[in-house]
Antibody, heavy 119, light 108 residues
């Protein structure tokens, strides 16, 4: 079945970088894009950006431009998101979610990766 | 940016009752590009409804969506125990994609 499996939880210090992976299975990765959404503890959902697995086109939310990079490796059916210059308020669960285009609904979602930023 | 405001913040109902959740947009969401998600505690969100009123694969028909313009509604006709969770609306008409702050559906 269609599923997205994310990498494990991470603990990082302020100023460091983190790279979260999202491995797709059960569908042709090049036919869909992947969005990333984060959820701070006890908070709602925030869209971060989208990458096309077909041609590597990306769209980032303005808040994350310059600090977040999304990449795709079709040979391993894996999409990556790197966040640099981590701050304590970046502590959140990060989700990847399949999306057929840059402006679309998300289905399915990965299981989430908790990134904790603490000194 | 389109701001989505969900109401009520918390809805307390009993199994078997009908739930009506609201999502209001700060500007018109054209082409009905609005979705609803359910998030159970400790789990990832799950798509329920897309394009305002289309049920996602595997979603029971007790879930229904309607609306247009700036006002959208998710209705759960007869609540089952597993329906008590957080619900979020999302618009994908305009950049950036935005979500409502959520409605918590709790057991009364």
């Amino acid at each position: 079945q269609v599923q997205l499996v994310q990498s494990g939880d991470e603990v990082k210090k302020p100023g460091a970088s983190v790279k979260v992976s999202c491995k797709a299975a059960g569908y042709t990765i090049s036919s869909y894009g992947i969005s990333w959404v984060r959820q701070a503890p006890g908070q709602g959902l925030e869209w971060m950006g989208w990458i096309s697995s077909h041609n590597d086109n990306t769209v980032y939310a303005r808040k994350y431009q310059g600090r977040v990079t999304m990449t795709a490796d079709t040979s391993s059916t894996t999409v990556y998101m790197e966040v640099r210059s981590l701050r304590s308020d970046d502590t959140a669960v990060y989700y990847c979610a399949r999306s057929s285009s840059r402006w679309n609904w998300f289905d399915p979602w990965g299981q989430g990766t908790l990134v904790t930023v603490s000194s | 940016e389109i701001v989505l405001t969900q109401s009520p913040g918390t809805l307390s109902l009993s199994p078997g009752e009908r739930a009506t959740l609201s999502c209001r947009a700060s500007q018109s969401v054209s082409s009905s590009y609005l979705a609803w998600y359910q998030q159970r505690r400790g789990q990832a969100p799950r798509l329920l409804i897309y394009d305002t009123s289309s049920r996602a694969t595997g979603i029971p028909d007790r879930f229904s969506g309607r609306g247009s313009g700036t006002d959208f509604t998710l209705t759960i006709s007869r609540l089952e125990p597993e329906d008590f969770a957080m619900y979020y609306c999302q618009q994908y008409d305009n950049s950036p994609i935005t979500f409502g702050q959520g409605t918590r559906l709790e057991i009364k």
